[in-house]
């Protein structure tokens, strides 16, 4: 089960890694104005959320499964873990809804927003951690 949960860890911080970046992706695509920087960042984002970011987050979810099948958790932390990881598949669904905004030239929002955007996921990393870690509840 060590395995399981080393690569769980692993896929994870991958997943994170396109949770972060993709909306960094998106701040600059939002300010591009040169066409052939629009259809660069376009295949950034696909190539980042199709071969990074959606793998991972499969394979996050997956192995955590795995995990609480092995391990058969419970508490009332794994339950907050688990509203939080729903939120972060919401995220990554909405942030493919962007991507493909952007793909047709349809991105209604400002680098601003993609700003705050990015942030989102920062404050549930932390809280998944301290959630796990610490075991509050």
């Known amino acids: 089960m060590l395995w399981i949960k080393s690569f769980h860890i692993i896929f994870m911080v991958t997943w994170f890694a396109g949770l972060f970046y993709l909306p960094r992706l998106f701040v600059y695509h939002a300010g591009a104005e040169d066409a052939a920087g629009r259809e660069r ?11 990074i970011m959606t793998p991972g987050g499969l394979l996050t979810i997956a192995l955590g499964v795995w995990l609480w099948l092995g391990y058969g958790f419970n508490g009332g932390w794994l339950h907050a873990k688990m509203a939080l990881v729903a939120v972060l ?38 809280a998944i951690i301290l959630l796990v870690e610490l075991q509050p509840f």
């Open 89 to 126: 598949v919401v995220y990554h669904v909405y942030c493919g809804k962007l991507m493909i905004d952007f793909r047709h030239d349809r991105n209604r929002h400002g680098h601003v927003f993609y700003r705050w955007l990015n942030e989102l996921p920062v404050v549930i990393l932390i």
């Open 41 to 51: 960042f376009k295949i950034m984002e696909r190539k980042l959320y199709f071969g």
